[in-house]
């Protein structure tokens, strides 16, 4: 399919790499096309990353009909550009399409659109330790309309983004909440998508956990508020007895893509590793029994993130003395030489750009 590309006028002064937080900076370019029923997905363009008007009535601000991935670029030692695992994010967000009542999109035409945009905006892609390109592709509802239905047309754009890492904290142990006033996603519910409410659903919990000193909210399921799901922005892993654990899917928990490298990578190794239901109650007596070795997040922003301390009720606990274990550090080496391209792709990952 063919695709245009308008030229900026003017290009913006790149980011001082020693200082990049997440998500607040742009690139040049960004990647748009649109549905519509007769044509389909059509007009392919790369246009100057700028402010795009919307109908105030567009269905997507109302009804939250959209879906988004993430995912990052990064620069190798060589100056090479990759890419981690992206047919993984397209497929995704073809399953969040299908949940959302939206029209899928081809899965190769997306990445190669993706390839070309980050052709062009190879320069941004920066070099310094623990820093990337991270990748915002999205889809959003585009009909004027105030009547609640499936949208008849779409928009889809990439944009991208020089960040460093996610958490302040960067790769020191975060501390985390768990709560029961709130549930983020139920069964037969949105959970597994990647769409915006469930991001609007868990805001006023981490909002509280914030005032409190924690960087998270640590997810129970919303049935019966006793299983452990996930963080909202990222996965969740427990090392006990030797044994690490993350909870199995379920219906309302993302299926992360750096989760299942986490999990690859361990049955590649032979490492003990199970998907299975936890419970909150189980974590805690791990720990009263002092089999709790280590908790760890995955997730493409986070990429591994130790987990310092949760709090639960009353109970605070803190977990491989406040300091990163040796999993978790296992483990995020593992999956950034790879990403980064320092090490061999023992599972073929990889996906060169430029
Ligand atoms: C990601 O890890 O890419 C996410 O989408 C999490 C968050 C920044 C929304």
Known sequence: MQLTVTEAATLKEKPDESKLGFGTLFTDYMFIMDYTPDKGWHSLRIEPYAPMPLDPSTMFLH???????????YRTQSGSIQLFRPQENFRRLNRSCRRLCMPELDEDLALGALKQLLTMEKDWVPGAPQTSLYIRPTIIAMDPYLGVRASHTYRFFIILSPVGAYYPEGFSPVKIQVTHEY??????GVGEAKTPGNYAASILASEKAHREGYSQVLWLDGVEQ???????????????????????????????????????????????????????????QAHADGKLQEVFGSGTAAVISPVGEIKYGDQVISISGGEVGPVALKYYNAITDIQYGKTEDPLGWVVQVA
């Open 183 to 188: 549930v983020r996603a139920v069964r037969g």
């Open 63 to 73: 009804y939250a009909q959209g879906a988004f991935e993430g995912l990052k670029a």
């Open 226 to 284: 006793k299983y452990l799901e996930e963080v909202g922005s990222m996965n969740i892993f427990f090392v006990i007895d030797d044994e690490i654990v993350t909870p199995a899917l379920n219906g309302s928990i993302l299926p992360g893509i750096t989760r299942d490298s986490v999990i690859r990578l361990a049955k590649h190794w032979n490492d003990n590793v199970s998907e299975k239901k936890i419970s909150i109650d189980t974590l805690m």
